[in-house]
T-cell receptor, first 111, second 106 residues
Framework: GENVEQHPSTLSVQEGDSAVIKCTYS??????FPWYKQELGKRPQLIID?????GEKKDQRIAVTLNKTAKHFSLHITETQPEDSAVYFC??????????FGAGTTVTVRA | SQTIHQWPATLVQPVGSPLSLECTVE??????LYWYRQAAGRGLQLLFY??????ISSEVPQNLSASRPQDRQFILSSKKLLLSDSGFYLC?????FGSGTRLTVV
């Protein structure tokens, strides 16, 4: 499947600061890019997604940017709060059926 | 509304025993269904996906198998579990995940 590289693998931020996670890919045919948040012991939950015809999308404190030319997309969390602590996964759809996931980023928000 | 059910939530099985995990969806017809495995502290590995009854695509060769006997039912099975089969198994419909099954093989 499509190789999705996600960085960093761990991220520790002070409460109130911003967190940025970046993913890169190689298949230019990818057209759907979701982000998931997984709290400890729970299922991954879709938090935001972006399609290839859009460069940026925002939902309250989270935003996603997509650069199709450079083949990377990023998740931005502003004004981080302790409840933002979780593992975040980027993903992309490489055809009509399958999602390929990054390896995940463990985000810790320090109070 | 569209919902996805997965059971059991946790399972402890001895090596060599069989496995059957079930997933059903409601509120949709002819869904694309997926089985993923997540090892502890790791990412999501796609095991199988199905675009219709009796249609199964395998992503990773292993001692697991999947079946789709009905439009909204997806089953993950094994005849003989290995220690390495331990993990968190997630059924998914499109972009939505079930609650997962934590399998420990002892």
């Amino acid at each position: 499947g499509e190789n999705v590289e996600q960085h960093p693998s761990t991220l520790s931020v002070q409460e109130g600061d911003s967190a940025v996670i970046k993913c890169t890919y190689s298949d230019s045919a990818s057209n759907y890019f979701p982000w998931y948040k997984q709290e400890l012991g729970k299922r991954p939950q879709l938090i935001i997604d972006i399609r290839s015809n859009v460069g940026e999308k925002k939902d309250q404190r989270i935003a996603v940017t997509l650069n199709k030319t450079a083949k990377h997309f990023s998740l931005h969390i502003t004004e981080t709060q302790p409840e933002d602590s979780a593992v975040y996964f980027c993903a992309l759809r490489e055809n009509d059926y399958k999602l390929s996931f990054g390896a995940g980023t463990t985000v810790t928000v320090r109070a | 509304s569209q919902t996805i059910h997965q059971w059991p939530a946790t399972l402890v099985q001895p090596v060599g025993s069989p496995l059957s995990l079930e997933c059903t969806v409601e509120g949709t017809s002819n869904p694309n269904l997926y089985w993923y495995r997540q090892a502890a502290g790791r990412g999501l590995q796609l095991l199988f996906y199905s675009v219709g009854i009796g249609q199964i695509s395998s992503e990773v060769p292993q001692n697991l198998s999947a079946s789709r006997p009905q439009d909204r039912q997806f089953i993950l099975s094994s005849k003989k579990l290995l220690l390495s089969d331990s993990g968190f198994y997630l059924c998914a419909w499109s972009d939505t995940f079930g609650s997962g099954t934590r399998l420990t093989v002892v």
